[in-house]
């Protein structure tokens, strides 16, 4: 590089000039004073000459070196007066050294932007570059300042160059190009200025590249010389690497090292990582929940790992929220994945909320995941008893392993039973069949499961299917020495009994009682005899129904006899036939068919002519029967009788009784036909149509009168409670009229007679069927109330919620639209629809006049409802609402739910508290009190405290009585001690 001689050229000028102004010799020696740095004698002499643009430069030169108060005001009136001196650039200079000394670097950047390296000598030029350079590192411009500092390294090596490597390396550390800066401040550190710098720096990068080993070794060489400051980023750097090396002891040492004042997200962030580490949970979770922002990168780690911690402490609710947390950003796949199936399996187990489950699976669909799912909410719901969400979940997994298929064939025979026990028999057979499709024929569990599949198919009228399946099981020899296998031949004569194949019913009813079996001997007897009657072998009938009747006589078993007395009649053995039936007079009153039986015998009576004996018996048929069709049958009997004793005003009176009692019906039309007769008879025509008119009656009938005969008289049999006899009149009604005026009731009448006869499946549909009719009449409305109620009890929940919601809409009482709400409310809730539980539930609470009882039996599902959709907070306030009585079935329940999330959330003391308190005042809910003591005994497994945990599990098990149905409090003990035994051996 050239550099200008400016010395010389001044000179030259300053001799060419001396004429007119001072000597030569002045200008040299003020100019020796100035290169000596005596700048104030120098400015003394610069001030003694002429003013001029060199020697005015000089003087102001001397000024700056001099810092004097004056130099601000000097400069610039110099530089107004000689705008364009030669003398600027290094007056610039000058006043940039002293602002950069004063640490101005903005304006010493500005004064150094107005020289030019042709201003300056050539041993100002590495300062010049090395300030212009740091001046914009201080300011922040480091792309401007580094290329300053690489022009300082094209010029001589000066005291500046280490320093400007120095700096580089610094820049490239700060934009994280941490090899690139590692090599310069290897360059720097070669001097001494530089040394304990970029020792740590170095440290530093290698630390930042991954080279661990380096930063322990190096870090820890340089540790105590370090000062404070450094110190910090030290203890910090060797931590960490400590951590990474899997020396969690050594990075807790150093970590401690640290000064934690003036913490920030990061700080936190290392300090939860750090005692996560070495098992210092409580410190751990202290630390992350104070990076109160944690939505980034940095807070999914940390919500991950503060999940983790809870879990440590036994915070399972805290755990399940940080799990949500972490899982709801994609920052880390893994991280998200995983923490989505935490949170899943938590809330499913703490809330019993499968809504996690299904989110996890919709997004990450792998069969093994799946499978495993799957496979635990199947055990889950078992270990619940819930058989159908257990089914549910094993029906999700393709290919069940030994364990899941055992697990699934239990569930479905479970389901199966439940559904058979609430008389739901359809509904069953798929569940049963199930069950033997995946177990060898062979296997008693799949014989078990055929025979109850056989059971249902009988209740639910599939009597044909019925016969194939036990009649499958019979020529196997299935169940060999069971209750079930004896009664295969019964149920099979049963089977075709039902069909009306009477031969193949005959010889499985012999097969049964030839067998010995006392079980269902008598009926067996009886039904054998029934198919000699069904298929007119009335002889042989008789001397069937007498074997019943030898063994098992008993006056008020009246069917056997009195189907005997009716074969006697159709051989035409009359007086046997009355004999048989006068054990009517023996039976008690309300023995089924006792009227029935009276009303045969009076017209056996009759046959024989025994008059007396006829009216006798008609006679006590009318004063005991609580039916009206009997009444009104007596009534016909004696005018029958009194009309063949030629007694007809004692005829008519009977008859006519009839008509009044039960206008418009059969019985009527009989009695009406008897009283034409007689006044023909009399020769009183005239008689008949006077009273037809009296009474309104028609003498002849049309179509819709002998409809309505028919259906009253079905009505009478319904109202008399005789529904065995009303449910095939109602049916004939309803074949003979599908369009019948009656129809809506007709239908209502037989769901009715259905029900009460314990057939619910054949009732609901005919609930269902009265429901659909679109009219304002009573019966319609109950129809309505009954299906719904029905669909309730055959666990038909979206039928029953789509029954109540209709009966809510079109009910005319007010009770029935609060039993609407309440169904509404039941039926979401045991479908699983919980958000609509939920809102039934506030919309029934909102109901003015709401009975206490209902009150909290609807705050009580919303509870259930909302901590099932994890709105776990709602909940558990709602259900300390409740347990304000524990001594209340749902008040009882409540005080364990809030006692079960003290234990979910660590706090074991408090159930301590909390159980004791409950133990006051739980009244008779022995039950949940159990369950309540069961859950201190796991508080105290979980403090480590085994033998109080076993003292008190031992309590239970010795001092609780289980209450009827399916209670699981003693395997739940058993369980829990046989595991405590493990752990206190360990």
Request: proline share 2%; hydrophobic share 35%; with cysteine.
């Amino acid at each position: 590089m050239r550099v200008k001689s400016w010395v010389t050229s001044l000179l030259a000028v300053t001799i060419l000039s001396t004429g007119a102004m001072a000597g030569p010799g002045t200008w040299r020696r003020a100019f020796r004073l100035y290169e000596n740095g005596m700048y104030e004698q120098a400015r003394a002499l610069f001030e003694s000459m002429p003013d001029d643009a060199l020697t005015d430069g000089y003087e102001v030169l001397c000024a700056i070196k001099m810092r004097t108060d004056d130099y601000p005001e000097l400069f610039d009136d110099y530089r107004l007066r000689y705008p364009a001196s030669t003398l600027s650039g290094k007056l610039h200079f000058e006043h940039g050294r002293i602002l950069f000394d004063a640490r101005k670097y903005r304006q010493a950047a500005t004064e150094f932007g107005f020289v030019s390296m042709d201003d300056l000598q050539e041993g100002d030029l590495p300062e010049y570059v090395f300030k212009c350079g740091y001046s914009a590192f201080a300011l922040g411009r480091y792309a401007e300042a580094a290329r300053f500092f690489s022009l300082l390294e094209s010029l001589p090596q000066s005291d500046y160059t280490p320093s400007a490597r120095y700096f580089s390396g610094v820049m490239l550390y700060e934009d994280k190009l941490f090899a690139q800066a590692e090599a310069e401040f290897w360059k720097a550190s070669a001097d001494p200025r530089f040394t304990e710098l970029t020792d740590f720096y170095i440290v530093d990068c290698e630390f930042n590249q991954g080279n661990y080993d380096y930063a322990i070794r190096e870090g820890e060489r340089i540790y105590d010389e370090v000062p404070a400051p450094r110190r910090e980023r030290l203890a910090r750097i060797i931590s960490e690497s400590y951590l990474i090396r899997g020396d969690k002891e050594k990075a807790r040492e150093y970590y401690e090292d640290l000064s934690h004042e003036g913490m920030n997200r990061k700080d936190y962030f290392y300090a939860g990582t750090v005692l996560y580490s070495v098992d210092d949970y409580a410190g751990a979770i202290e630390n992350f929940t104070k990076m109160t922002d944690r939505s980034d990168s940095l807070g999914q780690v940390a919500n991950y790992h503060l999940a983790n911690a809870y879990l440590r402490t036994h915070d399972q609710v805290s755990a399940m929220q940080a799990f949500r947390d972490a899982s709801v950003v994609d920052f880390d796949p893994e991280i998200t994945e995983d923490a989505a199936f935490n949170y899943a399996k938590l809330a499913f187990d703490l809330n019993k909320d499968t809504s996690g489950f299904a989110r996890y699976i919709s997004r990450w669909s792998t069969k093994a995941r799946g499978d495993q799912i799957y496979g635990y909410m199947a055990l889950a719901a078992l270990v619940d008893r819930d058989y159908a969400g257990a089914v549910e979940a094993y029906d999700n997994i393709e290919e069940l392993t030994p364990d899941m298929l055992g697990n699934y064939t239990k569930a479905n025979f479970l389901r199966g039973e439940q559904l058979f026990t609430n008389g739901s028999y359809r509904d069953a057979i798929p569940f049963f069949r199930a069950t033997a499709y995946y177990i060898p024929r062979t296997d008693r569990f799949n014989q078990l499961s055929r025979y109850w599949q056989g059971e249902a198919n009988y209740r639910a009228g599939n009597y044909a299917e019925a016969a194939r399946l036990f009649t499958e099981l019979y020529n196997a020899e299935a169940l060999y020495g069971t209750v079930e296998s004896r009664l295969l031949p019964y149920n099979i004569g049963y089977s075709y009994f039902k069909q009306a194949d009477y031969a193949s019913a005959a010889r499985w009813f012999d097969s049964y009682i030839a067998s010995g079996d006392a079980l269902y001997r008598r009926d067996a007897l009886t039904r054998r005899a029934d198919c000699d009657f069904a298929r007119r072998d009335y002889r042989t009938a008789v001397a069937s129904y007498q074997r019943e009747l030898t063994e098992y006589f008993s006056a008020d078993d009246i069917y056997p006899w009195y189907q005997q007395a009716l074969a006697y009649g159709l051989m035409g053995d009359r007086r046997r036939k009355v004999t048989t039936l006068s054990n009517v007079e023996k039976s008690s009153p309300g023995a089924p068919l006792r009227d029935e039986a009276y009303y045969e015998l009076g017209r056996a009576q009759m046959d024989l002519r025994s008059h007396d004996d006829a009216i006798r018996t008609f006679t006590r048929l009318r004063e005991t029967t609580k039916d009206n069709t009997y009444v009104a049958r007596a009534l016909i009997g004696l005018g029958m009788v009194y009309r063949n004793a030629s007694d007809y005003d004692k005829a008519l009176e009977s008859y006519k009784k009839v008509v009044s009692m039960m206008p418009q019906s059969e019985y009527a039309e009989e009695a009406m036909t008897a009283i034409e007769s007689i006044y023909r008879t009399r020769r009183q025509p005239e008689k008949f149509l006077e009273y037809v008119e009296q009474n309104s009656l028609a003498a002849s009938r049309s179509d819709a009168d002998r409809e309505r005969m028919y259906f009253n008289t079905a009505e009478q049999l319904y109202l008399a409670g005789n529904y065995q006899q009303a449910v095939p009149t109602l049916r004939n009604y309803l074949e003979n009229y599908p369009g019948g005026a009656d129809l809506n009731q007709a239908q209502f009448y037989l769901a009715e007679s259905y029900n009460a006869q314990g057939e619910k499946e054949k009732a609901v549909e005919y609930y269902g069927k009265a429901a659909q009719v679109d009219t304002a009449n009573s019966f319609t409305e109950i129809s309505r109330l009954r299906y719904a109620d029905l669909s309730y009890a055959l666990e038909r929940y979206q039928d029953a919620f789509q029954g109540y919601q209709t009966l809510l809409e079109t009910a005319r009482i007010d009770a029935n639209k609060e039993t609407a709400r309440l169904g509404m409310m039941r039926a979401a809730y045991r479908s699983k629809d919980y958000e609509t539980a939920i809102r039934s539930s506030d919309e029934l609470t909102a109901q003015r006049g709401l009975s206490a009882a209902l009150r909290e039996e609807a705050v009580y599902t919303k509870a259930k409802a909302s901590l099932a959709t994890s709105r776990r907070d709602q909940a558990m306030a709602l259900f300390r609402e409740l347990s304000a009585d524990p001594s209340t079935a749902i008040g009882a329940e409540s005080k364990f739910m809030v006692i079960q999330n003290l234990y979910d959330t660590g706090k074991f003391d408090a159930v301590g508290d909390e159980v004791y308190a409950f133990s006051q005042n739980a009244g008779e809910q022995s039950y949940w009190l159990a369950r309540a003591y069961i859950v201190l005994g796991d508080s105290f497994a979980e403090k480590g405290e085994y033998a109080q945990a076993k003292a008190t599990f031992e309590s239970i098990r010795d001092g609780y009585e289980p209450e009827k149905g399916t209670d699981d409090v003693a395997e739940n003990v058993k369980m829990r001690l046989e595991r405590l035994g493990e752990l206190m051996e360990e």
